[in-house]
């Protein structure tokens, strides 16, 4: 039986690349809880008080906390609106456009009611947690993952 890659419809074998993209996830959550056990942020943490800038938004989009984009209960939908998961090439996507599609975007759902895998709502906690040690995410996973774990990156 072959199996066919769900993006490129290509058959796949053992040499198969897949894109990382919500695996990466993981380390966001571990991150989190890491910040969430040290009392750098707490589950009332709001995302909008960590961006690096200012913009008018409604009273509901300002009330999403990093614990609702780790929960995913955030309201976000699954990616920005100008991003389709089938052919999603973030290589050229910004944090400029991150932060831009954050503030354009409608929310699905009230911020706390409904559970919604969000990979936009992950990519905002990620910069969310960047933004509070000035550390790029990398540096994060390197400093509070793998090199406690004595891992090689």
Same mark, same amino acid.
């Given at each position: 039986?072959?199996?066919?890659?769900?993006?490129?419809?290509?058959?796949?074998?053992?040499?198969?690349?897949?894109?990382?993209?919500?695996?990466?996830?993981?380390?966001?959550?571990?991150?989190?809880?890491?910040?969430?056990?040290?009392?750098?942020?707490? !589950?009332?943490?709001?995302?909008?008080?960590?961006?690096?800038?200012?913009?008018?938004?409604?009273?509901?989009?300002?009330?999403?906390?990093?614990?609702?984009?780790?929960? !995913?209960?955030?309201?976000?939908?699954?990616?920005?609106?100008?991003?389709?998961?089938?052919?999603?090439?973030?290589?050229?996507?910004?944090?400029?456009?991150?932060?831009?599609?954050?503030?354009?975007?409608?929310?699905?759902?009230?911020?706390?009611?409904?559970?919604?895998?969000?990979?936009?709502?992950?990519?905002?906690?990620? !910069?969310?947690?960047?933004?509070?040690?000035?550390?790029?995410?990398?540096?994060?996973?390197?400093? !509070?993952?793998?090199?406690?774990?004595?891992?090689?990156?």
């Amino acid at each position: 039986t072959t199996i066919f890659h769900s993006l490129t419809n290509l058959p796949t074998s053992s040499t198969t690349i897949y894109p990382i993209g919500c695996l990466s996830s993981i380390f966001i959550y571990i991150l989190f809880n890491i910040f969430l056990a040290t009392g750098s942020v707490t !589950h009332d943490t709001n995302l909008i008080d960590l961006l690096p800038f200012e913009y008018s938004i409604s009273e509901k989009k300002a009330s999403i906390t990093l614990f609702q984009l780790a929960t !995913h209960s955030s309201g976000l939908p699954f990616l920005p609106s100008r991003l389709k998961w089938e052919v999603a090439d973030l290589s050229s996507y910004s944090l400029n456009d991150l932060f831009t599609d954050f503030f354009s975007t409608d929310l699905q759902s009230e911020p706390g009611t409904e559970y919604s895998y969000s990979v936009f709502g992950s990519a905002l906690l990620s !910069h969310a947690l960047s933004a509070i040690t000035e550390q790029s995410y990398e540096e994060l996973i390197h400093s !509070h993952i793998l090199q406690p774990l004595q891992l090689k990156s």
